[in-house]
């Protein structure tokens, strides 16, 4: 079993930078290939960022690719999203995922909501114009 659990959520306004952070129980973080989606009201949860467990690949969604960079620190557990020049549309709860599917693989991620399998309780970011 895996946890999660996200921070750095907040309130900031059009063209602020934020960093999500999102620390994982276990000892195994680095066979997980690890995502950030987001899910704003009314609309669906959709992928935002991925990283292979060796943090060799990455992958965006388009609209946030050149203003957001997933890293993460397999000595501490976590993976960061760290969120520039953000705008209005950027608002919803982000989560934090870890899919088991490639275990052990360096270059495997998914930007596949449904390949995850363990989700933290999502953290608030709110853009005001």
């Known amino acids: 079993q895996v946890q999660l659990v996200e921070s750095g959520g907040g309130l900031v306004q059009a063209g602020d930078s934020l960093r999500l952070s999102c620390v994982t129980s276990?000892?195994?973080?680095?066979?997980?290939?690890m995502g950030w989606f987001r899910q704003a009201p009314g609309k669906e949860r959709e992928f935002v960022a991925a990283i292979s467990g060796s943090a060799s690949a990455t992958d965006y969604a388009d609209s946030v690719k050149e203003r957001f960079t997933i890293s993460r620190d397999n000595a501490k557990n976590t993976v960061y999203l760290h969120m520039n020049s953000l705008n209005p549309e950027d608002t919803a709860v982000y989560y934090c995922a870890a899919d088991q599917s490639g275990y052990g693989s360096s270059i495997y991620y998914s930007t596949r909501r449904h390949d995850y399998d363990y989700w933290g309780q999502g953290t608030q970011v709110t853009v005001s114009s």
């Open positions: 276990g000892r195994t973080f680095s066979n997980y290939a």
